[in-house]
Nanobody
Framework: QVRLVESGGGLVQAGGSLRLSCAASGNIFSINATGWYRQASGKQRELVAVITRGGTTNYLESVKGRFTVSRDNAKNTVFLQMNSLKPEDTAVYYC?????????????WGQGTQVTVSS
C-alpha cells in the first residue's frame, strides 16, 4: 500500500506560479512511476506530467515548457512546478503513483488539491 498526500494548491493570477507537492509513504519501493493528473469541472481526468523510477519525464502537450515534474528521493516527495499559469489550467490536481502487480498496474491516488487561475 502507498499513501499520497498533496499540498500546494491555491488561487493565483494568470501568469503566476504554484508548486504542488506529493509526499509518499508506505511501500514506496514498489512505485514504478509517479504522476500528476488534473480534472477540470465537467471534463475527464487527464495526465499532466509523470516521472518514472528511472527519472524519465513526460508531459501533456499543453503544459510543456511551463510545468516541471521533479522528485526528492530523500523526502519521498514529488513536485509539480507550474509557471506561466493560464485560466485553462484551473482544475483539481491529483497525485498518482502506480506499481506493477501480478495482474497489471495498481494505482494509488492522493486526495486532490484545487488550483484556480484567475484571468
Amino acid at each position: 500500500q502507498v499513501r499520497l498526500v498533496e499540498s500546494g494548491g491555491g488561487l493565483v493570477q494568470a501568469g503566476g506560479s504554484l508548486r504542488l507537492s506529493c509526499a509518499a509513504s508506505g511501500n514506496i519501493f514498489s512505485i514504478n512511476a509517479t504522476g500528476w493528473y488534473r480534472q477540470a469541472s465537467g471534463k475527464q481526468r487527464e495526465l499532466v506530467a509523470v516521472i518514472t523510477r528511472g527519472g524519465t519525464t513526460n508531459y501533456l502537450e499543453s503544459v510543456k515548457g511551463r510545468f516541471t515534474v521533479s522528485r526528492d528521493n530523500a523526502k519521498n516527495t514529488v513536485f509539480l512546478q507550474m509557471n506561466s499559469l493560464k485560466p485553462e489550467d484551473t482544475a483539481v490536481y491529483y497525485c498518482n503513483a502506480h506499481e506493477l502487480g501480478p495482474y497489471g498496474k495498481v494505482h494509488y491516488w492522493g486526495q486532490g488539491t484545487q488550483v484556480t487561475v484567475s484571468s
